[in-house]
């Protein structure tokens, strides 16, 4: 009887696992999903965000509500492991980047600054890179 109960036992274990190992996919967005946006500080526009990054102190020195800013080597790192997010190719407007990840269907703009930091100023979901770039940045209100 023991036996049994441990085949049983290992057989719902792998199937836990492949259930796991498939949820990243099952996650993915459609193709027809509407890309959407958020200002990265609420009650704030993106525009007015961009303005105001390259003033903005590091996320660990803010005194109240911001964007989230850091130095590059940070911003990247979060992007490409919380997100599964990479620098999409393209000109990017008033020297923002954009970062998205297919698998994921989310996308970030960030903006860099001169001090080898940049701050998030907007992300939304809806990403597919079969659509223009354009997109995102209308959508965030830059373009």
């Known amino acids: ?27 993915a967005t459609r193709p027809d999903q ?3 946006a958020w200002s990265a500080m609420a009650g704030v526009d993106t525009a007015t965000l961009l303005e105001q990054a390259q003033d903005l102190p590091t996320s660990d020195m803010a005194v109240g509500d911001q964007p989230y800013c850091a130095d590059n080597a940070e911003i990247r790192a979060t992007l490409r492991h919380d ?15 954009l970062w998205a990840s297919e698998q994921m269907g989310t996308w970030t703009l960030v903006a860099p600054r001169r001090d080898d930091t940049s701050c998030i ?17 209308r959508t965030a209100g830059l373009r």
């Open 34 to 36: 509407p890309v959407q």
């Open 83 to 97: 997100f599964n997010e990479a620098p999409v190719p393209g000109d990017g407007h008033a020297a923002t980047e």
């Open 1 to 27: 009887m023991t036996r049994i109960a441990l085949r049983i036992a290992r057989f719902g274990l792998a199937g836990s696992v492949a259930a796991l190992m498939a949820m990243p996919a099952l996650s």
């Open 121 to 137: 100023i907007a992300s939304g979901i809806g990403y597919d890179q079969a659509r223009d770039v354009d997109v995102y940045y």
